[in-house]
DNA sequence: GCATTTATTTGCGTATACATTAAAGAATGC
DNA sequence: GCATTCTTTAATGTATACGCAAATAAATGC
């Protein structure tokens, strides 16, 4: 299996996938330079799926090529990321809309629910990683309910562009108790068929986390993540 | 001018925009298949460049890169319609609410102002590729307005994905005079800074437009443009 | 004839070589 | 000592070559 992964996936695949872990991981730091050759030494091949790999991370929003500087990684500020959550504020309502005017079965709503018992056990355990990662799912999985492919995309290339800036702010910010509450009621919207209700609770629910976390950022003076 | 245009572009530039161009005005056709090589013979290039550029127009989802079977031009059936004008919406009317609360000054207002005086022109004039132009001019700039690079982003890729389609609809719908009292009205709720009315009359709008557009393509079995 | 296996072809993925050009450093004139 | 031009360097953009795997055609067995 894992020596498909190797085996199967092209070395550009290979690219994307290392590259885009380097990133999000912090393992290249935001705001460095990385020439095309150095990278390609990295990670053991030439500079051709490496340019290729950079290129689709380029469209992504994770780096910028820039000739004769490098591959030059994203940094986010608090104006990116007041950017993103309105984006993601207006697109994942909109899923929790059509999640709840769908109709979903309770077993087909089960990942949704799991995520939701996840996140309460990491709460009670105080573990942040676990809430975070929980929460994660939580919101991909709503997005994935939504049914619209096109918003899944660009709400998981939006994730990845924060994702960095989330592990710094997550041990800053207050235990995320109402936000729990938030889902759940959110949960109970769609699992009832109110798509109203779902779509306007979620948007209040991603405005306060907005304001929350962009507010963190700019009292920190955290200003490129 | 034109010589810097040719000479300063990189030929993956120009295979960007030149794939593009001929993607939209329908001279690859949606649906068929192209080898990297023919592609490269008919740019004048060689393939790195135009294997480059098709990644990036695969990330934009003008087409598909499917091995051995060679690029393939990404059809739009009336359910990515659907999809895609649900993103157009949220997103542009976001765009209207950003843009009534920014509170632009009249000449600041002026291009906004200007396409829909020339859609009127259009209308009048009955014009319809004229009015089509326009109205694609409103739309990007009240996006611009909005003041959300990637929003911009987002919308303009969406447009591109569309594009094809409403040339072919373009003659069969109704004459958009209802459009036009439409676009008048959000941009009074702009210059007047009402946020509110600006977001939900757009909204209205882009769901009115949604509606109308997916039932002509069903109604012709218009299923893969 | 049909199925199965074996050649053959063909297009892609990738390495590599080279041309190009922007940036950095050296040298010259003042 | 400063500005300017020339040289050099180095990183990119692009062409090209080649191995490999998938698709097609051919051949063999039944």
Redesign the pocket.
């Known amino acids: 299996m894992k020596d498909q992964d190797t085996k199967s996936l ?5 690219a994307v996938r290392d590259l885009r872990r380097m990133i999000l991981s912090g393992e290249l730091a935001a705001g460095t330079d990385h ?3 150095e990278l ?1 030494e990295t990670l ?6 490496i ?2 790999a950079a290129l689709m991370l380029e469209s992504k929003g994770l780096l910028e ?1 820039r ?5 030059r990684i994203l940094p986010v500020s608090s104006d990116d990321m007041r950017e993103i959550y309105d984006i993601l504020t207006e697109l994942e309502s909109l899923a929790a809309q059509r999640a709840a005017e769908a109709g979903y079965s309770e077993s087909q709503l089960a990942v949704l629910a799991g995520s939701i018992a996840k996140m309460d056990q990491a709460i009670e355990a105080e573990d942040l990683e676990a809430w975070a990662e929980a929460d994660e799912l939580f919101h991909q999985e709503l997005v994935r309910l939504g049914g619209n492919k096109r918003v899944e995309a660009i709400v998981a290339m939006m994730s990845d562009q924060v994702r960095r800036a989330r592990a710094t702010t997550l041990f800053i910010r207050p235990l995320p108790v109402k936000s729990n509450e938030d889902h759940r009621i959110v949960f109970q919207a769609i699992s009832e068929g109110r798509p109203d209700a779902a779509r306007e609770r979620h948007r209040e629910h991603r405005l306060q986390a907005q304001a929350m976390l962009c507010g963190i950022l700019e009292k920190h003076r955290l200003n490129s993540l």
């Open positions: 092209s070395n550009t695949q290979r020439l095309e050759s390609a053991g091949m030439s500079r051709t799926p340019r290729e090529m000739p004769r500087k490098g591959v």
